[in-house]
T-cell receptor, first 109, second 119 residues
């Protein structure tokens, strides 16, 4: 079964600095990959998915099949980006999501 | 975006009692609802998938008699933790989908979660 790995539990950056959240997946086929975000005291919400190729709130994520990665990046972090971020992938043919352990991002002024 | 309402947000109960958690899709009909469990500082673990009008599909290791799921309508799914014990204390999250066959993830929204504490 495919899964995603987020090696960093905590990430702290200064406002205006670049931020990159790592996500690696294990899947031999064509993966469906997502980034979800959970702001303090709010529900989990979709940030972006790889097939949309969008930039949401300044964040981008590129699927790198060679490295089996889907890292989330933002060139200039803002304080409002402080949140918990989860990388997720679907599981096989049943369309259920499998989440990574999550990375807590703190953006300091 | 669409809203998934989950109640209660927090519940404390005595060991041995049962607790019901509701998950409602407020402005759409959810073809599928998912129930997750999240331990502190850990990931979301899928417990079961429920489709309206049919039995829930439980993940390996999840006791179906312990965690009863009912999906009686397209807008409501309930999770009942029966004979709760302290080890059932956790954060439970539901999500609801009305994705098409073409794109199951097209519309997938999460509830705000329920913190269950069993004394």
């Amino acid at each position: 079964a495919q899964r995603v790995t987020q090696p960093e539990k905590l990430l702290s950056v200064f406002k205006g600095a670049p931020v990159e959240l790592k996500c690696n997946y294990s899947y031999s086929g064509s993966p469906e990959l997502f980034w979800y975000v959970q702001y303090s005291r709010q529900r989990l919400q979709l940030l972006l998915r790889h097939i949309s190729r969008e930039s949401i709130k300044g964040f981008t994520a590129d699927l790198n099949k060679g490295e089996t990665s889907f890292h989330l990046k933002k060139p200039f972090a803002q304080e409002e980006d402080s949140a918990m971020y989860y990388c997720a992938t679907h599981r096989g043919g049943d369309y259920k999501l499998s989440f990574g352990a999550g990375t807590t991002v703190t953006v300091r002024a | 975006g669409a809203v998934v309402s989950q109640h209660p947000s927090r519940v404390i109960c005595k060991s041995g009692t049962s607790v019901k958690i509701e998950c409602r899709s407020l402005d759409f009909q959810a073809t599928t609802m998912f129930w997750y469990r999240q331990f502190p500082k850990q990931s979301l673990m899928l417990m079961a998938t429920s489709n309206e009008g049919s039995k829930a599909t439980y993940e390996q290791g999840v006791e179906k008699d312990k965690f009863l799921i009912n999906h009686a309508s397209l807008t409501l799914s309930t999770l009942t933790v029966t004979s709760a014990h302290p080890e059932d204390s956790s954060f439970y999250i539901c999500s609801a989908s009305f994705g098409s066959d073409r794109d199951p993830y097209e519309k997938l929204f999460f509830g705000s979660g329920t913190q269950l504490s069993v004394l």
